[in-house]
């Protein structure tokens, strides 16, 4: 009887398939109509969440591709949005230069090196360089995810006025759009970390998981200011926008960012040093959430 | 005609949500009853004809377990058993489960006092989880992401080569195919965007395996095994991950390619754990066999 259940709720999911067409990603159709119609010529704008009030941007992503603009030294204008569904795959950040869209912040950063001729990775060997790529994965395809189950439970933050709540309005319209963003930002996060693994993982799991992928980036870094040295290149940007992300997030016990800043100084203060480098304007960009308080070159 | 496709949709969701409720996909109990102390049991997805197991995890953890010498017993789970989590492989050991291929290995490591399986500096043991990572969660999602996103990528499975024994012969695995196959297409997909890889194109997406390789390639170098002269863990991880893109047939072979002529090193590698450690692969290819490694002992 279970098995005559089974075929038959699969017979009937499948002929729903069928009559249901799926929802194709926009990843094979550029974009025709640009966000930013009047736009100037070798300058970037970044299309990126909202300011929030302890860190300038609380999605890793979108901290590590504003903080690599800066690292760069290349001008661009951040315009806040959350509509993922105007970008090429449906997804934030996203930029547009020179007339055109980009998307996925490791395709922009490939794409930008080579656009504005910037020789930022050009003195790395192939060792350095394929131990950044590993180093960029562990970041963000292990230690974030696991954050992001930590932070699973207090979505609500996330529309508080804290965050980007001020940004979705006030009143019964503000009340309905913040339930809306919270139930969209929970279910795009619960689905993300439970195809991983990370999301069927014990909170002391995550927790070790998070303290060993620190551990090893400590390790890594060593006592060189930098991960590839005496200067700074994209890796930097990449492990500075998720362990900054990691420290000013709202977890309850602050047992990782005491890790960070106590059990390991030598992270902690690289996260310093690149927060006194490259966003001298972040009390005022947190304080006033104005997209643009930087000064292009 | 929408309104039919609708309540077939929510009848079909209502059957399969009593299934679930009914049949459950934990298993609560022990799956081996009369175990052996100090004896590994291992669940793992059913044998295929050109390599001991299409999931790359399930790959990893029994080459571990061959290179740790640890005695096991592999059970087919039928693609009805999973672990608490709903994973495959779990371990059964002592009348205890463990789940997560990385939880039980350390958890193994601990039980049968192996502490050689790692390199012994901490800058070497920081750069094998960042290439763990890169493997893992990095290069497998591309290929994920790949195999459902050209056509034919899962159509390996489904043949005799793969699981096809367990959909039927003939007319029957036709009609399975044409009802399923759709369906496990959405599942897929759906997982993929979920993940995050799929929101790339093929292209895009054989650029980062091929990244991935070239960074995988450097880090082993000239070295008989990632770990220096006798494999360690990140071996057993390379190979699960890497042996699907040479054992896995494709109709273009661009990554099997990659993986054997442009990186050749990485070829090497693959045949040399095979030669090493599973003595047995042709055999246990040949019969489909779970256990043809205790008739070689």
């Known amino acids: 009887a279970l098995s005559i259940l089974h075929t038959l709720s699969s017979v009937l999911s499948a002929i729903t398939c069928a009559v249901y067409r799926e929802k194709k990603s926009k990843q094979h159709f550029p974009r025709m109509l640009l966000l930013k119609r009047d736009w100037t010529r070798n300058h970037v704008y970044l299309f990126t969440y909202p300011r929030c009030r302890r860190i300038p941007n609380i999605s890793p992503w979108s901290l590590k591709m504003e903080t690599w603009l800066r690292l ?6 951040a315009i806040a949005t959350f509509s993922k569904g105007k970008s090429i795959k449906s997804s934030l950040p996203f930029v547009e230069v020179n007339g055109r869209q980009m998307a996925d912040s490791a395709i922009i950063i490939e794409t930008l090196k080579v656009e504005f001729g910037k020789s930022l990775d050009h003195s790395l060997s192939s060792d350095e360089v394929s131990r950044c790529r590993a180093i960029t994965a562990l970041v963000e395809e292990q230690m974030t995810p696991c954050l992001m189950v930590l932070l699973l439970p207090d979505v609500e933050y996330l529309v508080s006025d804290e965050a980007w709540g001020p940004h979705l309005g006030r009143g019964l319209t503000g009340w309905f759009r913040r339930r809306r963003m919270e139930r969209r930002m929970r279910r795009q996060i619960a689905s993300s970390v439970d195809i991983r693994g990370a999301g069927r993982h014990s909170y002391a799991e995550l927790t070790d998981l998070i303290k060993e992928a620190l551990d090893a980036l400590s390790t890594l870094l060593g006592d060189r200011p930098y991960f590839t040295g005496a200067s700074s290149s994209t890796i930097d940007a990449t492990v500075f926008g998720h362990v900054a992300c990691l420290v000013y997030a709202p977890t309850p016990d602050g047992v990782l960012t005491d890790y960070v800043r106590i059990t390991r100084p030598t992270i902690g203060k ?19 959430r104005n997209m643009n308080t930087h000064r292009n070159p | 005609m929408w309104i039919a496709a609708l309540l077939l949709a929510l009848l079909g969701f209502g059957l ?25 049991y291992m669940v793992q997805y059913p044998r295929c004809r050109t390599l001991p197991n299409l999931s790359p995890w399930s790959l990893k953890l029994e080459t571990w377990l061959r290179i740790a010498d640890i005695p096991f017993t592999n059970i087919n789970s039928e693609f009805t058993k999973f672990s608490s989590k709903g994973q495959v492989p779990f371990v059964e050991l002592n009348g ?8 039980i290995i350390e958890a193994l490591k601990q039980e049968f006092g192996k502490t050689d399986l790692e390199p012994t500096d901490a800058k070497a043991q920081s750069a094998a989880r960042a290439f763990s990572a890169l493997a893992e969660e ?5 290929l994920f992401a790949l195999r459902s996103n050209t056509k034919d990528g899962l159509a390996f499975a489904s043949t005799d080569d793969g699981w096809g024994r367990y959909i039927g012969t003939g007319l029957k695995r036709r009609f399975v195919k044409l009802i399923m196959g759709r369906a496990n297409k959405k599942l897929v997909t759906d997982r993929a965007n979920a993940q995050g890889m799929g929101r790339h194109t093929p292209d895009e997406l054989h650029h980062i395996a091929k990244e991935d390789l070239k960074a995988i390639s450097a880090f082993l170098g000239d070295k008989p095994f990632f770990g220096g002269d ?11 991950h890497l042996a699907s893109l040479i054992y896995i047939p494709t109709p273009e ?9 442009t990186y050749p090193n990485l070829g090497q590698f693959v045949e040399r754990i095979k030669e090493k450690f599973w003595p047995d692969w042709e055999e246990t290819c040949r019969t489909m066999d779970m256990n043809a490694h205790h008739k070689k002992e």
């Open chain 2, 16 to 40: 399969s949500q009593v299934y679930r409720k009914l049949h459950g996909k934990k298993t609560p109990s022990l799956l081996k009853k009369d175990w052996k102390k100090q004896h590994v």
């Open chain 1, 72 to 77: 760069a030294r290349i001008p661009y204008t």
């Open chain 2, 138 to 142: 990095h290069l497998t999602w591309a």
């Open chain 1, 270 to 288: 690289f996260i310093e040093r690149m927060k006194e480098t490259f966003w001298p304007d972040w009390e005022e960009a947190c304080r006033t």
């Open chain 2, 230 to 240: 006798w494999p360690t863990t990140l071996d057993a991880t390379m190979f699960g």
């Open chain 2, 253 to 261: 072979g661009i990554l099997t390619n990659c993986i054997t002529v």
């Open chain 2, 96 to 103: 205890r489960t463990i789940d997560d291929s990385n939880f």
